[in-house]
């Protein structure tokens, strides 16, 4: 969701004039109370955000799973990171939510860490704000639960929210008020009670109570333009890499919302390659730019990279001992010339801080 309090008069404003809202600017500041608390990082993230989905230029969001990560993906380039750890889309009450929202709150104090080191040193060659995207499964959760759930993530310093009705939702990260179509890749729903679904379901109800339905790009469609009129942006979750699939769900929601911002993302467990030619993945973001994507997601994508790094560690040790060892190193030293930062270059940042803190402190 976009986190900037909507103004009285939103309805008439470029920023709200494809989103619908069933309440009103009143009903809100009438639930807000007296006492204005700001959330500057959700705040300062959500604004930035928003400027770069407005670029016209389809973005990589990497899921990104640790502080340490975080500063590395940011420094190498990426400016907007996605986040979303297991447990991190269930209520705060749930015994498995309040310590993953932490997580993302960690996160957020590594990246002002490294903005102040690097204003203390006079250096301005990276922008350390890079909006983070969390998600929100709104599975089973009464309205005051959710509610209370973005409430944490927006504490925690969240840019935006990817709302996202699948159970057991465990996919890397989303979205501003991100609405999130996973039809595509669909085979069951928990409940069969909504009308618009009847058209996809299939058979009976098996013995675990669950609703067959034919998923596909059709039904991702369907829910898509369902959702569209009250989000900021709108995500396909398709089964597979497909430009084709991608350009018939772009097609269908833009016929009715021609500027909604789109997003694409894929199952971390698929294997591109085989999917598509080098030739099609050089150009993926370009196509999807062409077609109105904003963002593509890598869900777990530090994941994937840090377990393949260490499995790779392990053998190299393996095979050669210290040799081993000594080449991950050498790679380390000779990508500091790229921008690279080690874990020790950010303790010695914190510390350089702390130290022109006691300094001014005792000039006083």
Not at 14 to 35: F, K, P
Not at 309 to 325: E, K, Q, Y
């Amino acid at each position: 969701m976009f986190l900037r309090t909507q103004p009285s008069s939103a309805s008439g404003t470029d920023r709200w004039h494809d989103v619908q809202r069933l309440h009103s600017a009143e009903e809100v500041q009438r639930l807000a109370g007296t006492i204005r608390i700001r959330h500057t990082l959700a705040e300062l993230g959500a604004e930035r955000l928003w400027d770069l989905v407005q670029r016209g230029e389809c973005r990589i969001a990497p899921g990104v799973g640790t502080p340490d990560e975080a500063l590395q993906l940011v420094r190498a380039g990426c400016q907007i990171l996605a986040t979303a750890p297991e447990g991190l889309q269930h209520a705060p009450w749930s015994g498995r939510g309040a310590s993953e929202v932490n997580a993302v709150a960690r996160v957020q104090r590594a990246l002002v860490d490294a903005d102040r080191a690097a204003h203390l040193a006079g250096n301005r060659s990276v922008r350390w704000l890079a909006p983070l995207l969390v998600d929100l499964s709104v599975a089973n959760c009464t309205p005051l639960e959710i509610v209370e759930a973005m409430r944490v993530r927006i504490e925690a310093g969240a840019a935006g929210v990817r709302i996202d009705d699948r159970a057991g939702c465990s996919s890397g990260g989303m979205g501003e008020r991100l609405a999130v179509t996973s039809a595509a890749r669909a085979t069951h729903l928990t409940s069969d009670h909504d009308p618009r679904d009847a058209g996809f379901a299939v058979g009976t109800r098996d013995s675990w109570g669950m609703q067959p339905v034919q998923g596909g790009i059709a039904m991702a469609i369907a829910r898509a333009l369902e959702a569209a009129p009250f989000a900021d942006i709108v995500c396909l979750q398709a089964a597979a890499p497909s430009l084709f699939e991608a350009e018939q769900f772009a097609q269908a929601i833009h016929a009715r919302h021609p500027h909604k911002p789109l997003a694409y993302e894929v199952p971390a467990e698929v294997h591109w390659a085989r999917h598509m030619s080098e030739e099609d993945l050089a150009r993926f973001e370009q196509r999807l730019s062409e077609l109105g994507y904003a963002l593509h997601f890598l869900p777990r994508a530090t994941f994937h990279a840090r377990n393949a790094a260490a499995f790779d560690l392990a053998t190299d040790l393996r095979l050669d001992g210290v040799g081993g060892w000594a080449r991950l190193r050498a790679h380390e030293l000779s990508n500091e010339d790229k921008g690279y930062g080690t874990v020790r270059e950010r303790r010695d940042g914190a510390d350089a801080w702390a130290s022109a803190v006691r300094g001014a402190i005792e000039a006083a």
